[in-house]
């Protein structure tokens, strides 16, 4: 069972770049999230779709722009990335609001 | 006042000893309340829900005491393997979703 895919697994870029991190799951969940998850900080929500065709904003957007492609993938894009955005990323994904949510291994993003 | 707080630790007990881990949280109106498992900065992983009533899973107990707001987790006879950083989850509504928020984690470590 693949349950929650990202990629990439790792990826180094430099200040002023973009790119798209992918997520997809294959368990029929209705809501996706992204997370960003530093030192000290805890997991901090970035975007999420509450089910395929609305994305609302998190705690920390800024920076971040997504797309619910489908019912199964939620990309996330940096189109400018900056050192502040050196994180690990978690997608994530749940059937309904009472029910846990089940994570990808996440994206290690390093931008320098 | 942070939405889900928990002390950060690191609880360092010796192997068989037992431990507790509480989560509060601020929103009364929360519905849904879960732990889970963080190695290493790899995923978190689903420990358990928390039910009303309190519920159990082998040397697991998780606690939900609303009128108090917090919840808890009790792990008795500790195994080295249960060193790692444990996150609480509530989910409450927010512009008509409804969002999981993280506590920042308790970190276990369990000694010979």
């Known amino acids: 069972n693949a349950g929650v895919t990202q990629t990439p697994k790792f990826q180094v870029l430099k200040t002023g770049q973009s790119m798209t991190l992918q997520c997809a799951q294959d368990m029929n969940h209705n809501s996706m999230y992204w997370y960003r998850q530093d030192p000290g900080m805890g997991l901090r929500l970035i975007y999420y779709s509450a089910s395929e065709g609305t994305t609302d904003k998190g705690e920390v957007p800024n920076g971040y722009n997504v797309s619910r492609l489908n019912k199964r993938e939620f990309s996330l894009r940096l189109e400018s990335a900056a050192p502040s955005q050196t994180s690990v990323y978690f997608c994530?994904?749940?059937?309904?609001?009472?029910?846990?949510?089940?994570f990808g291994d996440g994206t290690r993003l390093s931008i320098l | 006042r942070k939405e889900v707080e928990q002390d950060p630790g690191p609880f360092n007990v010796p192997e068989g000893a037992t431990v507790a881990f509480n989560c509060t949280y601020s929103?009364?109106?929360?519905?849904?309340f879960f732990w889970y498992r963080q190695d290493c900065r790899k995923e978190p992983k689903l420990l358990m829900s928390v039910y009303s009533s309190g519920n159990e899973d082998g040397r697991f107990t998780a606690q939900l005491n609303r009128a108090s707001q917090y919840i808890s987790l009790l792990i008795r006879d500790s195994k080295l393997s249960d060193s790692a950083t444990y996150l609480c989850?509530?989910?409450?509504?927010?512009?008509?979703?409804?969002?999981?928020?993280f506590g920042r984690g308790t970190s276990l470590i369990v000694h010979p």
């Open positions: 994530a994904s749940r059937m309904a609001s009472g029910q846990p949510q089940h």
């Open positions: 929103n009364s109106a929360s519905q849904s």
């Open positions: 989850v509530v989910t409450a509504a927010s512009g008509g979703s409804y969002i999981p928020t």
